[in-house]
Structure formats: structure tokens, C-alpha cells
């Protein structure tokens, strides 16, 4: 995260790549530990907003920057 942090500062266009890939790869992990685990606590649910999260912010990051086009 720090290392993200300091792209972001500097303004560096894989920044935005490197949040969305965070933010997929915890909504993968925590689908499948809701899938593999009978309990779930709290915190499962929490990671996985955070996920989503990172996941928008990424995507709209990344349409702003005209690196995501969808068509």
C-alpha cells in the first residue's frame, strides 16, 4: 500500500492499474473464503466492501485517465 501511496503522489499511470488489481484479488479472496469457510465474522464482510471499493475507484480512475475505454 505504501508503494501504491507513493505512485499515486507521483502521479505514475500504473497507479490506478495497481488499485484495481488490489481490489479484484480481495474480492477473489474473499469469495472464496466465504465459500470455503462455514463462518464468517464481521471483518469477512468488511474486506469485502473495501474490495468493491478499490474496485470503483479503480474503474473510474482509470475512464478519467482515458486508459479504460470500453469501446
Known amino acids: ?12 499511470w500504473i497507479a490506478p492499474w495497481l488499485t484495481g488489481a488490489l481490489g479484484v ?3 477473489i479472496w474473499i469469495a472464496v473464503e466465504i465459500v470455503t469457510l462455514p463462518e464468517t465474522m464481521l471483518l469477512t464482510w ?4 473495501i474490495g468493491f471499493v478499490l474496485g470503483f475507484i479503480a474503474l473510474f480512475w482509470l475512464r478519467r485517465m482515458g486508459q479504460m475505454r470500453l469501446w
Request: aromatic content about 6%.
Open 1 to 12: 500500500m505504501i508503494v501504491l501511496a507513493a505512485l499515486t503522489v507521483r502521479g505514475h
Open 25 to 27: 484479488g480481495r474480492i
Open 46 to 49: 468488511v474486506f469485502l466492501a
